[in-house]
């Protein structure tokens, strides 16, 4: 039972410390990492190429081809550009002007 009446180094609440963080620091780099990463998207030519080889290989027919042939020479056309998505700017009410109409306030005397 000495194990448990001894006192522990000094330095070890801070060496688990320490490794505490550095795993920390490593997993967070990692997760940056993953989300910051570019990923080219698939270029249309691309999917069109995986389609040939499944039509070649029997998987689908020369129509269901035909048709996403299309539908990408679509997807190729220029398109009205999308309307823009900001908000409208806040509007802030201003407080009324004063009129030439209107009478003095009364803790300033009339010029």
Do not use: C
């Not at 039509?55 to 020369?62: M, S, V, Y």
């Not at 190729?76 to 802030?92: F, G, Y």
Request: hydrophobic share 35%; aromatic share 6%; no cysteine.
């Amino acid at each position: 039972m000495d194990f448990f009446t001894t006192k522990p180094p000094w330095y070890l609440p801070l060496a688990l410390l320490l490794a505490a963080l550095l795993i920390g620091l490593t997993l967070a780099y990692r997760l940056w990492q993953d989300m910051h990463e570019d990923d080219d998207p698939v270029s249309d030519r691309e999917r069109l190429n995986e389609l040939e080889e499944a039509h070649f290989a029997g998987e689908l027919d020369a129509d269901e081809l035909r048709r996403v042939r299309e539908l990408l020479s679509r997807s190729n056309s220029p398109s009205p550009p999308e309307p823009s998505r900001r908000r409208p700017p806040i509007q802030t009410e201003t407080p009324p002007s004063p009129t030439s109409n209107d009478a003095p306030a009364p803790d300033k005397p009339p010029v």
